[in-house]
């Protein structure tokens, strides 16, 4: 069964970092796309950063770029958020997905997405 | 950069009648590189359609999704009790960002 599970979130104070983690099983991770995607508190869905199936590839959100990295262990399939320079706006839950298709040169749609795991940003 | 925009914002219906969203891009949507997306209060988001209108697998046939260029929909026809939640589409493809728009609700009259 295809299974993504996230960890690591929790309460961090501003300018803090924090690591994210997405443990992935059921399917050959190292073939697909990854994704991160947030959610603050009774708002919508915000794309936050993709990493391609070698990990060679990253892209980020304006809102993140410069203070979150992305990376993968294919080796142990796991997915990581690299959060620094948190501030309260970052507060949310943070769920992985998986590219819903292998192929190469398109970021494909999100299928299936983990349970997420907040983060919670505050003094 | 794409926006998706959403709309209604909120649609009241009853079991048995037919939703209708509508999700309208501020420039063409190469491809047909649109999905849906549904999310129930305190789950994750489930995938339902992908590229403009092909069911996800699991997704039962009463989902269809439609549209091309900058004007998507997604019909639900003879909704059922668990159909009321969230909806989101989102663009995806060959550049980022891989927005999202803001939601449908779709709440029980």
């Known amino acids: 069964e295809l299974q993504l599970l996230e960890s690591g979130g929790g309460l961090v104070q501003p300018g803090g970092s924090l690591r994210l983690s997405c443990t992935a099983s059921g399917f050959t991770f190292s073939d697909y796309a990854m994704n991160w995607v947030r959610q603050a508190p009774g708002k919508g869905l915000e794309w936050v950063s993709s990493i391609g199936g070698p990990g060679d590839d990253t892209q980020y959100a304006d809102s993140v770029k410069g203070r979150f990295t992305i990376s993968r262990d294919n080796s142990k399939n796991i997915l990581h958020l690299q959060m620094n320079s948190l501030r309260a706006d970052d507060t949310a839950v943070y769920y992985c997905?998986?590219?819903?298709?292998?192929?190469?040169?398109?970021?494909?749609?999100?299928?299936?997405w983990g349970q997420g795991t907040l983060v919670t940003v505050s003094s | 950069e794409i926006v998706l925009t959403q709309s209604p914002g909120t649609l009241s219906l009853s079991p048995g009648e037919r939703a209708t969203l509508s999700c309208r891009a501020s420039q063409s949507v190469s491809s047909n590189y649109l999905a849906w997306y549904q999310q129930k209060a305190g789950q994750a988001p489930r995938l339902l359609i992908y590229a403009a209108s092909s069911r996800a697998t699991g997704i039962p046939d009463r989902f269809s999704g439609s549209g091309s260029g900058t004007d998507f929909t997604l019909t639900i026809r003879r909704l059922e009790p668990e159909d009321f939640a969230v909806y989101y589409c989102?663009?995806?493809?060959?550049?980022?960002?891989?927005?999202f728009g803001q939601g449908t609700k779709l709440e029980i009259k």
């Open positions: 989102q663009q995806y493809g060959r550049s980022p960002p891989f927005a």
């Open positions: 997905a998986k590219d819903g298709h292998a192929r190469n040169g398109i970021w494909d749609w999100f299928d299936p």
